[in-house]
């Protein structure tokens, strides 16, 4: 049985009993990336020495992508909401000198617009407000 074990794992136990193995990969998001998820035959049924066995792998969850929103000239605290309402997450904040008021967001770590990975961590550059 290679059901749960890792791939590279499942072909050597597989090709070491005289069977040769086919690999598909599929997207899952309940079995881990370059875990086993299925195999046919399913273990236990009789197969002559040489026969194709078939595993289907995990290739972990599908990876969504979110366009960037701009979030220069916001106030940190609309800038984290608008990161949340875009399945982006808040990584955090580096505060400096600027002109503008404190609390304003003066840079991001991504560009607006940007294909970005949905969930990925976001970190804002904030004004601490003018120097003096």
Known sequence: DVINKDYREAMLLLQS??????????????????YVIS?????????????TVYITVSSGPQVQY????NLMGLSE??????L???????????????DLAA????GQSMKAF??????SKIFLRVSSGPEG
Do not use: W
């Not at 979110?66 to 929103?69: E, G, K, L, T, Y």
């Open 17 to 34: 009993s005289g069977f040769m193995v086919d690999i598909e990969n599929s997207v899952s998001t309940s079995v881990t990336r370059d």
């Open 39 to 51: 195999c046919s035959p399913s273990a236990g049924e009789q197969l002559s020495t040489g026969s």
């Open 114 to 119: 940007e294909q970005v990975e949905e969930h």
């Open 84 to 98: 949340e309402s875009s399945s982006l997450s808040f990584g955090g904040s580096e505060y400096e000198i600027s």
């Open 103 to 106: 609390g304003t967001v003066i």
């Open 77 to 82: 605290e609309a800038a984290r909401s608008k």
């Open 66 to 69: 979110v366009q960037m929103p």
